[in-house]
């Protein structure tokens, strides 16, 4: 090159960094903090850029963030839906900006699935299952009627109505369970105590299990049986989904009798399939994270791996 002169290279590489426009639903449990950062740390570890809102329960916050990352021109939506129905006319908007969509750990129920890309999380449906099928086990002798009251979830979403049909499924055909309550406690603690305090009240001596959809109520509900000077995991049969440290503890304790593993770490799924996606790679319309069941003898040797 001439003095003062700069040679140009060949070929200027001009590399995007993606950003990935993410809508959570809240921040109601140990699982969705987990969640959460499991999705954060994944990115910041990857040349994914993230803007995150959370919609703390609120669908109608999820559609405006929705619509704000769209006029963001992200690159990729992730979408973690609190309710199953009403997504459709957003998606569609998002359709019609030529935007990607994932939807993660809960699922949409839209009658035109090609408005997302891929689904990635558990399978709600079979931790219902599994819940079901300790009970069949744990009282196979047992002819006498079983009173089961339920723990459900936030209404409407995925993991309530799939957990509560899987379990369900399994004990139809099996008299003796009966579920003599259910009621939502939104996956909350203080809402797991307070539904459990109502139905030991109304139910006084007719509960021998509680089948909850999440450990954080399960935690709350804990507290109410010991209120009453009860013992959890003996008196009533405890049967929890999610799997957390504290449900851990209290399992090896012998307090929670079966904990179904959902797992929250979907954060390197997620940004895989966000780098594949603007790679224009085409990914499984449906993603499963693999999970477990602990029992009171594997939960000590789970308990030293959990984050969270
Ligand atoms: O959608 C997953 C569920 O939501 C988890 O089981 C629960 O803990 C969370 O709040």
């Known amino acids: 090159t001439k003095a003062g002169h700069q040679e140009l290279p060949q070929e200027t590489i001009v590399r995007k960094v993606p950003v990935l426009g993410f809508s959570q639903l809240g921040s109601e449990s140990a699982w969705r903090l ?22 703390e329960q609120s669908q109608d916050k999820q559609f405006e963030a929705i619509r704000e990352f769209v006029k963001q021109k992200v690159d990729v ?27 993660i750990d809960r699922y949409v129920d839209v009658s035109d699935t090609s408005l997302y890309v891929t689904h990635i999380g558990s399978d709600f449906y079979e931790e219902g299952r599994k819940a079901g099928k300790y009970l069949l086990d744990k009282f196979s002798d047992q002819r006498e009627p079983i009173g089961i009251v339920e723990l459900k ?37 203080d809402k797991g105590k307070e539904v459990m ?22 935690l709350g509900a804990i507290e109410a049986i010991e209120q009453l000077g009860l013992v959890p ?39 895989q399939a966000v780098k594949e996606i603007v790679k ?29």
């Open 233 to 271: 995991g003996k008196d009533i049969v405890i049967v929890t989904v999610d799997g957390t440290r504290r449900a851990l503890e209290k399992l090896s304790e012998g307090k929670i009798n079966l904990v179904v593993e959902c797992n929250p770490l979907l954060g390197p799924n997620l940004i």
């Open 153 to 189: 979830g936030t209404e409407g979403s995925t993991p309530s109505i799939a957990r509560g049909k899987g379990f369900r499924d399994v004990i139809a055909n099996h008299s003796q369970f009966r579920i003599i309550e259910s009621d939502h406690a939104d996956f909350t603690t």
């Open 34 to 55: 987990a969640n959460t950062s499991s999705i954060m740390e994944s990115a910041a570890e990857s040349d994914v850029k993230i803007m995150m809102e959370n919609a």
């Open 77 to 103: 939506i992730a979408v973690a839906p609190v309710v199953e129905t009403g997504w459709e006319p957003v998606l569609r908007e998002v359709e019609k900006a030529g935007i990607p969509v994932v939807i």
């Open 280 to 308: 224009g790679n085409t990914i499984p319309k449906r993603i499963v994270t693999t999970e477990n069941v602990f029992t009171q003898v594997t939960a000590a040797g789970e308990i030293v791996n959990r984050s969270y």
């Open 197 to 218: 305090k109502k139905f030991l009240h109304e139910r006084k001596g007719q509960i021998r299990v509680l089948f909850s959809h999440n450990d954080d109520m399960t």
